[in-house]
């Protein structure tokens, strides 16, 4: 079982087929999706430190990006 610091985020078809499944470092805020990839960005719930890049169709974790000292990302 996770802890309560983990996350996950997950999205579905109109139909209801899963697209994808991903765990994230902490609870997740909002996704958004590169047009013409098959990238998405999830963003930290706010205000958060990181954000990932997966790929919508494998939920594979691409990249995760932290922000700087002092600084964070409004998702």
């Not at 805020?29 to 958060?48: K, M, V």
């Not at 990932?52 to 494998?58: K, N, R, Y």
């Not at 000292?69 to 409004?74: D, P, Y």
């Amino acid at each position: 079982m996770k802890g309560e610091d983990s996350g996950s985020a997950a999205a579905f078809d109109l139909s209801g087929r899963e697209l994808f499944a991903a765990d994230l470092p902490a609870r997740g805020h909002d996704i958004t999706l590169r047009p013409g990839s098959r990238e998405a960005a999830i963003f930290a719930r706010r205000p958060g430190t990181w954000f990932v890049v997966i790929d919508w169709e494998t939920g594979v974790v691409t990249k995760q990006q932290v922000a700087s000292e002092n600084r964070h990302f409004f998702g």
